[in-house]
């Protein structure tokens, strides 16, 4: 069936990098998002990879895909205490492209 | 704002009372997404439309939940005879294939649904 699990909590030091791991289970997924949310916001979308690229990397935001493994990383560069939210990962699946999310890691960023 | 909007933000009922929420997507965009996000956990599909026609349910969406969308625009979601256990937090989405066809779905900002 299909299942996607996180970690559920990281904690880092501001300045530091942050690494958020996700493993999914539908390997005939074609797309791979991250979402972010703050407390009360709605989902905003971070990032996606395409199935057949093993890293994207968009400014301060690297993902890592391992299609063989079925693993996925966000990692954030420089992590600054407004990247304190909860980060999901999802995988696009079935015909009408719905997303199946994982429960969501909570990022804390300390001083 | 061209987003996705979502109304009422907050709905507080009754056990057994009908509600009823509302999604516009944003304007170019043909499908349409719902999904419940209970706390602590990540949002869970419900329902999808492509224009006007409902093409995929979830097996969440008892017989209790109605979902429309009559012009290929706006979306409602009904849940009649509300329980407890439908409290949670109703997310929209709407989408376009996208230059790639990576079928990025934007968020409006949800219902938060309590019932007492």
């Known amino acids: 069936g299909e299942d996607v699990e996180q970690s559920l909590f990281l904690s880092v030091r501001e300045g530091d990098s942050s690494v958020i791991n996700c493993t999914y289970t539908d390997s005939s997924s074609t797309y791979l998002y991250w979402y972010k949310q703050e407390p009360g916001a709605g989902l905003q979308l971070l990032t996606y990879i395409f199935s057949n690229m093993d890293m994207k990397q968009d400014q301060r935001l690297t993902v890592l895909l391992n299609k063989k493994d079925k693993h996925l990383s966000l990692r954030i560069a420089d992590t600054q205490t407004g990247d304190s939210a909860i980060y999901f990962c999802?995988?696009?699946?079935?015909?009408?492209?719905?997303?199946?999310f994982g429960a969501g890691t909570r990022l804390a960023v300390h001083p | 704002d061209t987003g996705v909007s979502q109304d009422p933000r907050h709905k507080i009922t009754k056990r057994g009372q009908n509600v009823t929420f509302r999604c516009d997507p944003i304007s170019e965009h043909n499908r349409l997404y719902w999904y419940r996000q209970t706390l602590g956990q990540g949002p869970e599909f419900l329902t999808y439309f492509q224009n006007e026609a409902q093409l995929e349910k979830s097996r969440l969406l008892s017989d209790r939940f109605s979902a429309e969308r009559p012009k290929g625009s706006f979306s409602t979601l009904e849940i009649q005879r509300t329980e407890q256990g439908d409290s949670a937090m109703y997310l929209c989405a709407s989408s376009t294939p996208g230059l790639a066809g990576a079928y990025e779905q934007f968020f409006g900002p949800g219902t938060r649904l309590t019932v007492l």
């Open positions: 999802a995988e696009r699946s079935g015909g009408y492209n719905k997303l199946i």
